[in-house]
């Protein structure tokens, strides 16, 4: 029993002081912590991958006048990193914040609006202009489908089901 | 009878304004050996004051409830009167150590009304933890102040004091203080036997229906008697010197309990805590041990 | 693994689990599936193991829609006791021939005619609020005081209610109410996509969330036939032998609390940090690493966190034999602990324990041997095991599983081998079924998948290993169990409220009758 106390006497005189001063320092995390998310608004083209990826389902890509807004509402983040693994321009990264206590919600919503292009068939707008610019750029200047990239997902259908049925009769 | 005035003043001063300061190095010794940092020292000044600021919630119209903590701190500080902190004591007489563990008694029973008159089934199982490992704890307590007694030949506290420093060192002694200092750590209600409050168990046990003022006078209460229970010690051991300035006594005797207390945190710190059988079955042998050193005592050694 | 079907009907059931129990098999889980969209009414499947063949055959019973009624095996196996209530409370079948039928999940005020999981109650259905609705409890024997431990308690982390019965300080009865942490999560899962799961799977626990996520991707993986990259097994199986150890350290700390040793909680803890700064270097987070989805592990080990690993398990080790060394022989410590909720060989058979419980009762099953998973199959584990069944037994149990997790992760990492940690899912039809397995540090934990159409699934059910140990812990409170003894005899299941979120009922009459 005796020994034991000792034991336990020697292995608390070893283990020293294991409290750390933070607060009254600063305690930067490690490389590579999930901290709080946030989008750099520059290299946002709005394609909404985040909005599909996203387990908590908290942000949300859609039109709004002539803006396509991404809107996110981190208070339902679980810092799971999943919005920076599937954005394909980096606008989308996890910071290293976790001190994110706030009285204010509106400190933890974000949103970010890009200039929506509007279809050039019904004049609706359904994506960022960004967006639009960056496939036309991938899709390269091949000429029927760089059309297409103008039109609203609803008119691009009907446009190229026509032109399907207009290619059956041909062919 | 100034004198006597004046010593009172200075011993209820003493227990009242330092307990909390052992109790904050208690904690802070509690927790280097957690390896934490710890609270302040003077945290419990704090945590007596932040207390009486809320709100007492009343469980109970029993009249014993409210009184209940009072009881405590009235016993505490009754005893702490006679017991000699340096000087002699305010109402020192002949045989007051005997009067001296019955208001420690006294002030103990005052948690156990507070368990009883609580209503809750944990402040109950409290407050019959408490009264058990009373009735195991109490005789070991006497049987090692009369050991003192025999060796000094009387039953006063002051007189203890010259007496054991006169009469110098004996085996009898030795088992009498180790004796004493058990029962002291059950009397403090310190692991391993503070099984009557038990917060893992039953949530505090008597104290748990107690909040703001009430909560804040059974806390300090519970300080207060451990730094009597020290003194008590403390004054049994005499220490110092027969013939030494009063100053020095007075002096000296803030650092004597401070040693006391800080072994009894050592001892809690680094023990689980047993099941009222457990203690109970202890305190038979720390009894029997007493018993045998007062046996020693009378005859002679 | 190898999972078979077998389909029967009601009226051979009791026979056909018969044979199962008398071929050795265990029992692991029930699970209640509303298949009516389907057109094929109700569907309760018993999932049956054969630990030593690597095997899980499960007893599928089909039952009608306009009937839905079907024989309880309780009766004959009693670890199917919850299991039962919850197909029941969940799906709305009544297992006929239940000894304590009660609903077992949803709230006291939940209407009685609304059943979750079936697929015509939408996920986020309000009840209307029903105001004084009181718990279905049992009435105070005569002569006993009610000691309530919960639903607040200082020792119990999550809300739990344990009612007991005592007369002075012995506990002559006890009564249980949980689920208070229901969270719906199977229901949820229902509306994500195979590659949201994961995340929401990695929080059904606060501790031991990385093996819910494994459980969940390997069965998806097991039903789509997805083969994930060797180097993604081994990383995983890293993760989870980490996730080990800070789990058992964390129960040695609590253990050692709740008898009052705070020294041993706040050394067991400092011991253990470290590991959660290791696991915040390679994962990104102390505790939900977020590293699995179905394919595989999205990132790969960072060389600096490896290092860090490195560093971290000689500490570990070091740390924990000496903390052992030093609690080995205090008497005191064995003194409330040895001989305490003793759990007999032959109860923890029966009653189907699983985990760190059963083998400190001499119960040889271990998942990661049995039914090898992640890397295990080139990792072979040392399996811990006692045969006392004492609280110390468990303590025991869990020390050397974590030395054993120290020498896996070692033995993982110098044998890592290159290559990707992901392969893409790519599209996963409906209607196919799976089960998997994996050992938590709590025990078995046990999922089971039907998918479903556009990349969810149909149904997720989850039984964690606290869920089997908890309707147990009745038979570990013996004659002469005293107050003292109650919250340590409990939280040496190491109970996981949050991952079981499940009820029970306790009776442990002095006549020694013991009820599911």
Same mark, same amino acid.
């Given at each position: 029993?005796?020994?034991?106390? /000792?034991?336990?006497?020697?292995?608390?005189?070893?283990?020293?002081?294991?409290?750390?001063?933070?607060?009254?320092?600063?305690?930067?995390?490690?490389?590579?912590?999930?901290?709080?998310?946030?989008?750099?608004?520059?290299?946002?083209?709005?394609?909404?991958?985040?909005?599909?990826?996203?387990?908590?389902?908290?942000?949300?890509?859609?039109?709004?006048?002539?803006?396509?807004?991404?809107?996110?509402?981190?208070?339902?983040?679980?810092?799971?990193?999943?919005?920076?693994?599937?954005?394909?321009?980096?606008? *989308?990264?996890?910071?290293?914040?976790?001190?994110?206590?706030?009285?204010?919600?509106?400190?933890?919503?974000?949103?970010?609006?890009?200039?929506?292009?509007?279809?050039?068939?019904?004049?609706?707008? *359904?994506?960022?202009?960004?967006?639009?610019?960056r496939a036309a750029v991938s899709a390269g200047e091949s000429g029927p489908a760089l059309a297409l990239l103008s039109l609203c997902p609803d008119c691009r259908r009907q446009v190229y089901a026509a032109r399907l049925k207009g290619g059956a009769r041909r062919g | 009878m100034i004198a006597s005035l004046l010593t009172a003043f200075y011993n209820l001063a003493f227990v009242l304004l330092f307990a909390p300061l052992y109790a904050g190095i208690n904690r802070k010794i509690r927790a280097r050996v957690h390896s934490r940092q710890g609270p302040p020292v003077l945290q419990p000044y704090r945590?007596?004051?932040?207390?009486?600021?809320?709100?007492?919630?009343?469980?109970?119209?029993?009249?014993?409830?409210?009184?209940?903590?009072?009881?405590?701190?009235?016993?505490?500080?009754?005893?702490?009167?006679?017991?000699?902190?340096?000087?002699?004591?305010?109402?020192?007489?002949?045989?007051?150590?005997?009067?001296?563990?019955?208001?420690?008694?006294?002030?103990?029973?005052?948690?156990?009304?507070?368990?009883?008159?609580?209503?809750?089934?944990?402040?109950?199982?409290?407050?019959?933890?408490?009264?058990?490992?009373?009735?195991?704890?109490?005789?070991?307590?006497?049987?090692?102040? *009369?050991?003192?007694?025999?060796?000094?030949?009387?039953?006063?506290?002051?007189?203890?004091?010259?007496?054991?420093?006169?009469?110098?060192?004996?085996?009898?002694?030795?088992?009498?203080?180790?004796?004493?200092?058990?029962?002291?750590?059950?009397?403090?209600?310190?692991?391993?036997?503070?099984?009557?409050?038990?917060?893992?168990?039953?949530?505090?046990?008597?104290?748990?229906?107690?909040?703001?003022?009430?909560?804040?006078?059974?806390?300090?209460?519970?300080?207060?008697?451990?730094?009597?229970?020290?003194?008590?010690?403390?004054?049994?051991?005499?220490?110092?010197?027969?013939?030494?300035?009063?100053?020095?006594?007075?002096?000296?005797?803030?650092?004597?309990?401070?040693?006391?207390?800080?072994?009894?945190?050592?001892?809690?710190?680094?023990?689980?805590?047993?099941?009222?059988?457990?203690?109970?079955?202890?305190?038979?042998?720390?009894?029997?041990?007493?018993?045998?050193?007062?046996?020693?005592?009378?005859?002679?050694? | 693994?190898?999972?078979?079907?077998?389909?029967?009907?009601?009226?051979?059931?009791?026979?056909?689990v018969s044979r199962m129990a008398d071929s050795g098999a265990r029992l692991i889980m029930t699970v209640g599936t509303d298949v009516r969209p389907l057109g094929r009414g109700f569907e309760v499947t018993h999932l049956f193991g054969f630990d030593r063949a690597n095997k899980v055959v499960g007893v599928v019973v089909p039952v009608p829609a306009d009937d839905p009624t079907f024989p309880a095996v309780t009766p004959q196996l009693p670890p199917a006791g919850w299991m039962e209530r919850e197909v029941y409370d969940m799906i709305g079948v009544t297992p006929e021939g239940h000894p304590d039928?009660?609903?077992?999940?949803?709230?006291?005020?939940?209407?009685?005619?609304?059943?979750?999981?079936?697929?015509?109650?939408?996920?986020?259905?309000?009840?209307?609020?029903?105001?004084?609705?009181?718990?279905?409890?049992?009435?105070?024997?005569?002569?006993?005081?009610?000691?309530?431990?919960?639903?607040?308690?200082?020792?119990?982390?999550?809300?739990?209610?344990?009612?007991?019965?005592?007369?002075?300080?012995?506990?002559?009865?006890?009564?249980?109410?949980?689920?208070?942490?229901?969270?719906?999560?199977?229901?949820?899962?229902?509306?994500?996509?195979?590659?949201?799961?994961? *995340?929401?799977?990695?929080?059904?626990?606060?501790?031991?969330?990385?093996?819910?996520?494994?459980?969940?991707?390997?069965?998806?993986?097991?039903?789509?036939?997805?083969?994930?990259?060797?180097?993604?097994?081994?990383?995983?199986?890293?993760?989870?032998?980490?996730?080990?150890?800070?789990?058992?350290?964390?129960?040695?700390? /609590?253990?050692?609390?709740?008898?009052?040793?705070?020294?041993?909680?706040?050394?067991?803890?400092?011991?253990?940090?470290?590991?959660?700064?290791?696991?915040?270097?390679?994962?990104?987070?102390?505790?939900?690493?977020?590293?699995?989805?179905?394919?595989?592990?999205?990132?790969?080990?960072?060389?600096?966190?490896?290092?860090?690993?490195?560093?971290?398990?000689?500490?570990?080790?070091?740390?924990?034999?000496? /903390?052992?060394?030093?609690?080995?022989?205090?008497?005191?410590?064995?003194?409330?602990?040895?001989?305490?909720?003793?759990?007999?060989?032959?109860?923890?058979?029966?009653?189907?324990?699983?985990?760190?419980?059963?083998?400190?009762?001499?119960?040889?099953?271990?998942?990661?041997?049995?039914?090898?998973?992640?890397?295990?199959?080139?990792?072979?584990?040392?399996?811990?095991?006692?045969?006392?069944?004492?609280?110390?037994?468990?303590?025991?149990?869990?020390?050397?599983?974590?030395?054993?997790?120290?020498?896996?992760?070692?033995?993982?990492?110098?044998?890592?081998?290159?290559?990707?940690?992901?392969?893409?899912?790519?599209?996963?039809?409906?209607?196919?079924?799976?089960?998997?397995?994996?050992?938590?540090?709590?025990?078995?934990?046990?999922?089971?998948?039907?998918?479903?159409?556009?990349?969810?699934?149909?149904?997720?059910?989850?039984?964690?290993?606290?869920?089997?140990?908890?309707?147990?812990?009745?038979?570990?409170?013996?004659?002469?169990?005293?107050?003292?003894?109650?919250?340590?005899?409990?939280?040496?299941?190491?109970?996981?409220?949050?991952?079981?979120?499940?009820?029970?009922?306790?009776?442990?009459?002095?006549?020694?009758?013991?009820?599911?």
């Amino acid at each position: 029993m005796f020994i034991a106390k /000792l034991r336990q006497l020697a292995l608390v005189a070893r283990a020293g002081r294991a409290t750390l001063p933070y607060p009254a320092e600063p305690h930067p995390p490690a490389t590579g912590f999930r901290g709080l998310p946030t989008v750099d608004g520059e290299k946002c083209v709005g394609c909404g991958a985040c909005a599909e990826a996203c387990p908590a389902r908290l942000i949300r890509v859609a039109p709004e006048g002539e803006h396509m807004v991404l809107s996110a509402d981190f208070t339902r983040c679980t810092y799971c990193a999943r919005c920076q693994d599937v954005c394909p321009t980096g606008a *989308f990264h996890m910071t290293d914040r976790f001190e994110t206590a706030t009285a204010d919600r509106r400190d933890l919503t974000l949103r970010v609006a890009l200039q929506a292009a509007t279809c050039a068939r019904c004049g609706r707008p *359904f994506a960022a202009e960004r967006l639009v610019r960056r496939a036309a750029v991938s899709a390269g200047e091949s000429g029927p489908a760089l059309a297409l990239l103008s039109l609203c997902p609803d008119c691009r259908r009907q446009v190229y089901a026509a032109r399907l049925k207009g290619g059956a009769r041909r062919g | 009878m100034i004198a006597s005035l004046l010593t009172a003043f200075y011993n209820l001063a003493f227990v009242l304004l330092f307990a909390p300061l052992y109790a904050g190095i208690n904690r802070k010794i509690r927790a280097r050996v957690h390896s934490r940092q710890g609270p302040p020292v003077l945290q419990p000044y704090r945590d007596i004051l932040k207390l009486m600021g809320k709100e007492d919630c009343q469980v109970s119209d029993d009249p014993v409830h409210r009184l209940a903590p009072y009881l405590v701190m009235t016993g505490a500080l009754a005893a702490a009167l006679l017991v000699p902190m340096g000087f002699r004591a305010p109402l020192g007489f002949a045989g007051d150590g005997l009067v001296l563990i019955y208001l420690l008694t006294f002030s103990a029973i005052g948690t156990v009304l507070a368990g009883l008159s609580s209503r809750s089934p944990f402040a109950g199982a409290g407050a019959s933890r408490e009264i058990m490992l009373l009735l195991a704890v109490e005789p070991v307590l006497a049987a090692a102040f *009369f050991t003192f007694g025999t060796r000094a030949g009387s039953l006063g506290l002051a007189e203890i004091a010259t007496g054991v420093a006169q009469a110098g060192f004996a085996p009898s002694l030795l088992v009498g203080a180790l004796a004493a200092f058990l029962a002291i750590q059950a009397e403090s209600a310190k692991l391993p036997f503070d099984v009557a409050e038990a917060e893992t168990e039953i949530i505090g046990g008597p104290y748990v229906e107690y909040s703001g003022p009430s909560l804040a006078a059974f806390e300090w209460a519970l300080m207060v008697r451990r730094v009597v229970l020290a003194s008590f010690l403390v004054a049994l051991l005499g220490a110092c010197p027969a013939g030494a300035p009063v100053w020095l006594s007075a002096l000296l005797h803030p650092i004597k309990v401070l040693v006391v207390l800080v072994l009894t945190e050592l001892v809690a710190v680094l023990s689980p805590r047993l099941r009222i059988r457990q203690a109970i079955r202890f305190y038979e042998g720390a009894g029997l041990l007493a018993v045998a050193g007062l046996l020693v005592a009378i005859f002679g050694f | 693994m190898q999972y078979e079907t077998i389909v029967t009907s009601r009226e051979d059931l009791a026979s056909e689990v018969s044979r199962m129990a008398d071929s050795g098999a265990r029992l692991i889980m029930t699970v209640g599936t509303d298949v009516r969209p389907l057109g094929r009414g109700f569907e309760v499947t018993h999932l049956f193991g054969f630990d030593r063949a690597n095997k899980v055959v499960g007893v599928v019973v089909p039952v009608p829609a306009d009937d839905p009624t079907f024989p309880a095996v309780t009766p004959q196996l009693p670890p199917a006791g919850w299991m039962e209530r919850e197909v029941y409370d969940m799906i709305g079948v009544t297992p006929e021939g239940h000894p304590d039928l009660r609903r077992l999940v949803v709230a006291d005020d939940w209407p009685d005619d609304v059943f979750p999981l079936r697929k015509d109650v939408p996920h986020n259905y309000r009840p209307p609020r029903v105001e004084n609705a009181r718990s279905a409890l049992k009435p105070t024997p005569e002569g006993t005081t009610v000691v309530p431990v919960g639903p607040f308690f200082p020792t119990l982390e999550e809300p739990a209610y344990f009612r007991l019965f005592v007369e002075g300080e012995e506990v002559v009865d006890c009564d249980y109410r949980g689920f208070y942490s229901h969270r719906g999560i199977e229901k949820l899962a229902e509306q994500l996509r195979y590659d949201q799961i994961p *995340f929401l799977a990695e929080r059904i626990c606060g501790i031991c969330g990385y093996t819910h996520s494994t459980c969940f991707s390997q069965t998806l993986e097991r039903a789509a036939g997805i083969e994930v990259p060797k180097r993604g097994r081994y990383i995983r199986t890293i993760m989870l032998e980490l996730e080990r150890i800070h789990s058992h350290l964390l129960w040695l700390g /609590l253990a050692a609390h709740i008898v009052g040793f705070d020294t041993g909680f706040m050394q067991a803890w400092r011991v253990r940090e470290p590991v959660m700064w290791a696991a915040e270097a390679l994962t990104g987070n102390r505790k939900t690493y977020g590293m699995n989805l179905p394919g595989g592990v999205r990132r790969d080990l960072r060389p600096e966190g490896i290092e860090r690993v490195q560093q971290v398990l000689r500490d570990v080790e070091r740390e924990s034999r000496g /903390l052992m060394r030093a609690l080995e022989r205090d008497t005191a410590l064995r003194s409330r602990l040895r001989n305490t909720g003793v759990l007999t060989h032959e109860k923890a058979v029966l009653w189907g324990a699983v985990g760190p419980t059963a083998r400190a009762s001499g119960v040889d099953i271990d998942v990661r041997r049995d039914y090898p998973y992640a890397a295990y199959d080139e990792l072979p584990v040392n399996v811990a095991l006692r045969q006392e069944g004492d609280i110390w037994a468990r303590l025991e149990v869990r020390v050397e599983e974590t030395l054993e997790s120290v020498r896996l992760i070692r033995e993982a990492l110098a044998n890592l081998p290159p290559g990707p940690t992901f392969v893409e899912p790519g599209e996963i039809p409906a209607g196919l079924v799976s089960v998997g397995l994996v050992e938590a540090p709590r025990g078995e934990c046990c999922n089971y998948l039907m998918t479903g159409e556009a990349g969810r699934p149909y149904r997720w059910r989850v039984r964690v290993p606290t869920y089997m140990n908890l309707q147990l812990t009745p038979q570990m409170v013996g004659p002469g169990t005293t107050i003292s003894d109650f919250p340590i005899i409990a939280a040496s299941i190491d109970p996981c409220f949050s991952c079981t979120e499940r009820m029970e009922i306790v009776r442990h009459p002095r006549e020694g009758r013991h009820e599911p």
